[in-house]
């Protein structure tokens, strides 16, 4: 018997019977009467689904992927977004969530996902925020709230409840907007619907030091500024490392608190995981014909507005990029087939940075291996002597703390493959960097393979010092299937966890109804 929620958004209306009636304003489909065209256009989004029905593998496509975030949730499983009505269901339903983790000692200290990952795929999360508290929420276990999320992203996460007017929902996103000098109440309309997308199309993190509340990695970022912050971690290098915009600041940000998302469970690098950045790169716009462009916000491309039968104007909810339904200030300049052709040849230098021979992906792969036979030369060892994650994490991690060579050397490693990745990362988790701002995307990583060409250098040299019989050998890591035994990971069981979660969990004790 599934749970019901118990708290109800209620609104009360003059009934002909002249009875009050709740209504649970959480729920979409209870503003279909109000807000006909909004609600119609919304459930559009379940059309954008690839043509199977199932979500595309992107480590699949991209097994570098899985070298990159080894010993992190994203090598399991890593697939393309779909619409908003599949955001609960991709979530519940992939291999990242509702398993365990194996600790240092080998013992299960908890699920990988921290409840804070509801954040981005409900509006039950600010019900829940105002049921419970955002700290006593955030500070528990994904599943721990499974039996109360029933809503995928909807009216509620914009607006206020039964209104059209705007809303942050997300108390850390005003937070953040606070932080930036941009607060909610003070901005245009274009940039608070901006804004409210910004709730979850950024970079962020949650480190435990505040009941795992979601923190937005901003004290240093100065929108659309370019900025040298190496004052913040007192940096005494001139190669820019610090110097830009968002991603600088925020790996500032993590360096000045000794911050890493995880320890790469293959290298023993120290790591990041970005999100999906583009609320920063689209205000980090560097260039563009027109400055009156600098205008435009999520809303004028992804909700344009729409006329209905009766000629009546509204925001088209569907939350695509459809060319065709563009405003005139757009198609004045552009017609709809030149966008096309503009993102196909923007893809493609972007792609070229990443997938040629000298590229960031195929390269990040190459270190993070390179790292690893550094260390088993040194009798450090890891997953390629048949160690579990943990325990591997746990021998890399003491290792880096020894004050002997090897640890100053790998330190000086693994901060440059930690660097690298994450400005490749900041790119390319960024959905529509090539839309948005694909001049950051070339920019971001060109640096990442400027980094990463002193990188392997530098694991070259330790190579000849310590295993010059060693030889890299890419056709070993080529294919999904290669690489997830490589780090640590059994696809089939995997599987077979994750069934037996939804059947004897998901099915049994939890609202939603899986897409």
Not at 469 to 476: F, I, L, V
Request: hydrophobic share 35%; aromatic share 10%.
């Amino acid at each position: 018997m599934k749970l019901n929620k118990i708290a109800l958004a209620v609104v009360v209306s003059a009934a002909f019977t002249g009875q009050a009636i709740a209504t649970d304003l959480y729920n979409s489909d209870n503003w279909q009467k109000q807000y006909p065209d909004q609600h119609k256009t919304w459930a559009e989004t379940e059309n954008a689904n690839p043509a199977s029905g199932e979500p595309t593998d992107l480590l699949a496509k991209n097994p570098n992927l899985v070298s990159a975030w080894a010993g992190y949730g994203f090598a399991k499983d890593y697939n393309r977004a779909r619409g908003h009505h599949f955001a609960v269901t991709d979530l519940i339903k992939t291999l990242r969530t509702g398993s365990p983790i194996v600790g240092h000692d080998g013992k299960v200290v908890g699920e990988a996902m921290a409840a804070s990952c509801w954040g981005c795929k409900t509006p039950d999360l600010p019900r829940m925020y105002d049921k419970v508290g955002e700290a006593k929420f955030s500070d528990n276990a994904w599943s721990t709230w499974g039996h109360e999320i029933s809503n995928t992203i909807g009216c509620a996460d914009c607006h206020e409840l039964g209104k059209s007017d705007m809303r942050l929902s997300r108390p850390y996103a005003e937070r953040a907007m606070n932080t930036i000098g941009k607060p909610f109440d003070k901005q245009d309309k274009v940039m608070q619907a901006s804004q409210t997308c910004a709730q979850c199309h950024v970079e962020y993190y949650f480190d435990g030091t505040d009941s795992k509340k979601v923190k937005f990695p901003w004290d240093y970022w100065v929108p659309g500024v370019k900025t040298d912050y190496k004052q913040f971690v007192s940096y005494k290098g001139t190669d820019g490392l610090y110097e830009g915009f968002a991603a600088e600041a925020q790996l500032a940000y993590f360096d000045n608190r000794g911050f890493k998302d995880w320890t790469n469970a293959i290298s023993g690098a120290p790591m990041l995981k970005a999100q999906h950045p583009e609320f920063e790169n689209t205000l980090d716009r560097t260039s563009h014909a027109m400055d009156s462009h600098l205008e435009f916000g999520c809303s004028t491309c992804h909700m344009p507005k729409a006329k209905n039968d009766q000629g009546a104007k509204y925001s088209h909810h569907k939350v695509t990029f459809e060319a065709e339904q563009l405003p005139k200030t757009c198609t004045s300049c552009h017609e709809a087939g030149d966008f096309k052709e503009i993102f196909a040849e923007r893809k493609a230098e972007i792609n070229k940075l990443r997938f040629d021979a000298n590229g960031t992906d195929p390269r990040l792969t190459e270190v993070h291996f390179k790292a690893q036979a550094i260390w088993a030369a040194n009798g450090v060892e890891g997953l390629e002597a048949g160690l579990g994650i943990g325990k591997a994490k746990a021998n890399y991690e003491a290792a880096l703390k020894a004050d002997n060579e090897l640890a100053k050397e790998m330190n000086k490693l693994l901060t440059q493959v930690r660097n690298a990745q994450w400005f490749w990362d900041s790119a390319t988790a960024s959905h529509g960097i090539h839309a948005h701002n694909p001049e950051e995307a070339v920019r971001l990583l060109t640096k990442a393979n400027g980094i990463l060409d002193d990188a392997i250098a530098n694991a070259d040299k330790l190579l000849a010092k310590y295993a010059p019989k060693y030889k890299y050998d890419a056709s070993k890591y080529d294919t999904k299937e290669k690489l997830q035994p490589l780090a640590g990971l059994n696809f089939d069981k995997m599987t077979a966890d994750k069934e037996k979660f939804i059947k004897e969990r998901v099915e049994k004790e939890w609202p939603h109804k899986l897409k």
